[in-house]
T-cell receptor, first 113, second 109 residues
């Protein structure tokens, strides 16, 4: 397995534009986590899913952010409209529910200008 | 709402053991102690976890005190590639994974 795959690796967009980040889970995994990392705030959990169902989205900063799992192996994180303060590295991670190890993707570095 | 306390930074000479402490005085009976690390600009990587017994794998050893209020991650022979931020996390296995600020370990030649 190629591991958790995130795309794109880098994204530069203008303020106000819609941004979609993508994540492909490891085959067979049924838990999915989205994180955001900045120097100021560290690694923050945005939302996590178990079996395609959002369990806790309390970390989603505001209504401009939305996340979905259209199927068991894929997830999107959408920001609409984007703002400069959304600039960060976004990570997704997958695991098997009840298992111990979460596997992280390489991240998407988002820059909003 | 991280439940752990770690020193912000530590240094270690290459080839020596790196001992990274973590305090988790409010840990619950069903919570495990996990360790992850993040090498610069990469995604975090799982290292090891334990409930109450000491654990060892190919990467590290985890020593948990008898009262479970603290633990130590041991890298027996640190290399320059072990330079990273190390996160200690307590959680129930099926719960969310919350990262604190971690310990920045610098291994020097």
């Amino acid at each position: 397995d190629a591991g958790v795959i995130q795309s794109p690796r880098h994204e530069v967009t203008e303020m106000g534009q819609e941004v979609t980040l993508r994540c492909k889970l490891i085959s067979g995994h049924n838990s999915l986590f989205w994180y955001r990392q900045t120097m100021m705030r560290g690694l923050e959990l945005l939302i996590y899913f178990n079996n395609n169902v959002p369990i806790d989205d309390s970390g989603m900063p505001e209504d401009r952010f939305s996340a979905k799992m259209p199927n068991a192996s894929f997830s999107t994180l959408k920001i609409q409209p984007s703002e400069p303060r959304d600039s960060a590295v976004y990570f997704c991670a997958s695991s098997n529910l009840g298992y111990t190890e979460a596997f992280f993707g390489q991240g998407t570095r988002l820059t909003v200008v | 709402d991280a439940k752990t306390t770690q020193p912000p930074s530590m240094d270690c000479a290459e080839g020596r053991a790196a001992n990274l402490p973590c305090n988790h005085s409010t840990i619950s009976g069903n919570e495990y102690v996990y360790w992850y690390r993040q090498i610069h600009s990469q995604g975090p990587q799982y290292i090891i976890h334990g409930l109450k017994n000491n654990e060892t794998n190919e990467m590290a050893s985890l020593i948990i005190t008898e009262d479970r209020k603290s633990s130590t991650l041991i890298l027996p022979h640190a290399t320059l590639r072990d330079t990273a931020v190390y996160y200690c996390i307590v959680r129930v296995n099926t719960d969310k994974l919350i990262f604190g600020t971690g310990t920045r370990l610098q291994v020097f030649p």
